[in-house]
């Protein structure tokens, strides 16, 4: 996948993540992107991890959930880390 892809596949996790996690996220564009990108990664060695098997990140559904999970997590980390 092209960086184009990634920027794409980041902004859409991000944006299901979003939607998905409870509170007011005081997060841009960018920022939503950044996690978006930051969880799939996250979201991929987590999955390479449990699966013991190597996550190929492409416009499947495994992958995608995959990306979602990882910026969900990362979500959460963050909304504790601003409520201090």
């Known amino acids: 996948m092209?960086?184009?892809g990634w920027?794409?596949?980041g902004l859409l996790a991000g944006l299901v993540a979003r939607a998905v996690t409870p509170g007011r996220h005081a997060i841009g564009?960018?920022?939503?992107?950044?996690?978006g990108v930051v969880g799939a990664?996250?979201?991929g060695?987590?999955?390479?991890a449990v699966f013991d098997e190597?996550?190929?990140f492409g416009w499947d559904l495994k992958p995608f959930l995959l990306a979602?999970?990882?910026s969900?997590?990362?979500?959460l980390g963050l909304n504790a880390l601003s409520r201090r």
Do not use: H, P, R
Not at 72 to 75: F, P, Q, S, Y
């Open 41 to 43: 990664l996250l979201g």
């Open 54 to 56: 190597e996550i190929d």
């Open 7 to 9: 920027i794409v596949f």
């Open 45 to 48: 060695v987590l999955g390479e």
């Open 68 to 70: 979602v999970a990882g």
């Open 2 to 4: 092209g960086i184009f």
């Open 29 to 35: 564009c960018f920022g939503t992107l950044a996690v």
């Open 72 to 75: 969900i997590v990362l979500l």
